[in-house]
């Protein structure tokens, strides 16, 4: 397990992370979220051994990450990190030696990856003749090569068009199916939403959610309601129940209550009412809990 316990870290008189903790099990999936500059890469390299913390603790398995831990785990970093005239396959064996494999072993890593992430055909090409997207795929072959028992990616599905971001996120529920614990930070919510088993939203450096998605669902006030045709009688039902004013979804009315709603009973009333075509109650997505958990400022103070 990875547990991070009330970590702070500075650097100057700019607090980059305070009191952060979160834990991930064997094998699980956690989404690391927040905007620019809310603190995720500097945890990162905390959870990495890059940056020591001013203030509590990180462990693996109950130990402090040493050396030997760290060669043990596996980093995709936001930003590129390749030799661009290296070939492909070399620069793949190349880390995966860095992290202690046996040349033969490491070769054998690098054709398979490459394989599983279709960038094989160019094993033999220098990397910065690659696209972005291919350059992303040869970095994660890098990261992964040695088996990491925990991988941390960030930003990885940066320059991926939607087929190779799909690879992408196959890969990660792979690795995760085998065994890897996998701390992944991303802007793009649709993608991570099914992939990672909880989630910790940070901004300004602090946590200000955390859990599982059906967990940070519970803690939401509303739920919506989208509601077809647009009748009288409906609006003057979800007026009576407290619903503000409706917006529009082309021929469908979207209408917010709260969670604590007999949605029940709003349904067999509506039925009541008029003809109805839809009624569907919706829980909210990763993005709507996201954008609440951060406040209007975004997650930044003033």
Not at 230 to 236: I, S, V
Not at 244 to 256: F, Q, V
Not at 265 to 291: K, W
Request: aromatic share 8%; glycine share 8%; proline share 5%.
């Amino acid at each position: 397990m990875l547990f991070v316990d009330r970590v702070s870290r500075s650097f100057g008189s700019v607090a980059a992370v305070h009191d952060v903790s979160f834990s991930a099990e064997r094998g699980s999936v956690i989404g690391l979220l927040g905007p620019n500059g809310a603190g995720k890469t500097t945890t990162m390299r905390i959870l990495l051994g890059i940056y020591v913390p001013d203030a509590g603790r990180v462990t693996w398995n109950g130990a402090a990450i040493d050396l030997a831990t760290r060669r043990r785990f596996g980093y995709l970093p936001e930003e590129r990190g390749l030799y661009g005239k290296m070939k492909v396959r070399d620069q793949i064996v190349y880390f995966a030696r860095l992290h202690g494999l046996h040349a033969d072993v490491a070769r054998k890593h690098a054709d398979a990856w490459m394989a599983r992430l279709e960038i094989d055909e160019y094993a033999d090409r220098a990397c910065n003749e690659l696209s972005k997207g291919n350059q992303q795929k040869v970095q994660l072959a890098g990261a992964v090569a040695h088996d990491p028992e925990l991988l941390v990616l960030d930003e990885p599905f940066s320059g991926l068009d939607p087929v190779n971001a799909e690879t992408m996120l196959s890969c990660i529920r792979t690795l995760s199916e085998a065994g890897t614990t996998i701390v992944l930070s991303s802007h793009q919510m649709f993608q991570i939403e099914d992939a990672c088993r909880s989630f910790c939203i940070v901004g300004a450096g602090r946590v200000r959610a955390s859990g599982s998605l059906t967990e940070l669902r519970q803690a939401f006030p509303t739920r919506s309601v989208r509601v077809a045709p647009d009748l009288p009688a409906f609006r003057a039902l979800f007026a009576a129940r407290g619903a503000p004013a409706p917006r529009a979804d082309g021929t469908e009315l979207i209408y917010e209550l709260p969670v604590t709603a007999d949605f029940g009973a709003l349904l067999r009333e509506a039925v009541a009412a008029g003809p109805l075509e839809t009624f569907e109650r919706q829980e909210p997505t990763l993005s709507q809990i996201y954008i609440r958990a951060l406040g209007p400022s975004n997650g930044h103070p003033a």
